[in-house]
């Protein structure tokens, strides 16, 4: 039998429960504080509401939300390993009335990440044991957790709930994220150290779990290159990248002038300088343990049919392994 295992940043997948509040502010002894909130909601029902910086957390616009949702439904994998998704859920919802049910297992653990976004797990496949590492940490930073959105361990059953098939690994790393009053050169300097200790992390977790012929995949966005120095982690650790050479559902969108076009078909997200060509980069990898690599058949990426992106900005990926 064959089984797609795949990976996708929803980008913002929040709530679709939005309301407005006002925030009334005065100050008490040159400190200013909050001394009323009004909160205005469509139906008379209490909701959670979350903020960051100060600001309302935005849902997902409904349009969307339907634009990933169709792409996942086209995509039609087994297992999909999916990025910043709010909590639980909404992952649960998205499942249930976007994707009508396909997925009946989903999982999140919540994580450490001040923007509230989170790593999680759809499966047509039953679950085994679920694993979070987001209290895990780095020899060098032995007091501060490495993982803002998690490293979250998943066993997938075969149907019948007998055996594991293999075992899923999905985070999101380090993202390229810098504030304008930042030293740019200093930013991005940390922003790489941050991003190759939180990969060192991940596989030295694998390598404490796992066996040498054991079946897995380390998965997820990790916001860089397959071939960048920040990931030597992972192919010292002898990891197979599923996405070496794969295919795409459709050609990608024509650049213009026709020498911007990307020279090959292994990425996932776009990123255009001003003034200057645009950046084809595999930030979504599929990586494959050395016994699952021997299952691999092909691998695939869901071209988007605009540059800016479909739904998000980063492309699904995922392989075909046949067992």
Do not use: C
């Amino acid at each position: 039998m064959d089984i797609t295992v795949g990976t996708f940043n929803l980008n913002n997948l929040f709530s679709r429960y939005n309301f407005t509040a006002e925030v009334e502010i005065v100050s008490q002894g040159g400190i200013e504080v909050d001394s009323e909130v009004r909160f205005t909601f469509a139906e008379p029902v209490g909701y959670v509401f979350r903020s960051y910086m100060g600001k309302l957390v935005e849902q997902k616009s409904p349009a969307e939300r339907q634009i990933i949702a169709d792409r996942i439904r086209a995509m039609n994998v087994d297992v999909l390993a999916v990025q910043e998704v709010e909590d639980i859920g909404v992952l649960r919802q998205f499942a249930l009335e976007d994707l009508g049910g396909m997925y009946p297992y989903q999982v999140l653990v919540e994580g450490n990440d001040q923007r509230l976004i989170d790593v999680g797990l759809l499966s047509r496949y039953p679950i085994g044991g679920v694993t979070s590492w987001r209290f895990a940490v780095h020899p060098d930073e032995p007091h501060d957790y490495i993982f803002s959105r998690d490293l979250l361990e998943v066993d997938i059953l075969d149907p019948k709930k007998r055996e594991r098939l293999f075992t899923v690994f999905n985070t999101h790393l380090k993202s390229n994220y810098t504030r304008w009053d930042q030293d740019a050169e200093e930013a991005r300097a940390r922003i790489l150290e941050r991003r190759r200790r939180q990969a060192e992390t991940v596989a030295a977790i694998v390598e404490a779990r796992t066996r040498p012929n054991s079946s897995y995949v380390v998965t997820g966005d990790m916001n860089d290159g397959a071939e960048a120095e920040s990931l030597a982690a992972f192919r010292a650790a002898g990891w197979v990248n599923g996405l070496a050479a794969p295919k795409e559902t459709r050609p990608a969108k024509s650049e213009r002038p026709a020498e911007y076009n990307a020279p090959h078909t292994s990425w996932t997200h776009r990123y255009k300088p001003n003034r200057q060509p645009p950046q084809f980069e595999l930030y979504d990898q599929v990586w494959l343990s050395p016994s699952l690599a021997r299952r691999h058949v092909d691998g695939w990426i869901d071209r988007r049919t605009r540059h800016s992106g479909d739904g998000s900005d980063h492309d699904p990926a995922w392989v075909t392994l046949r067992f």
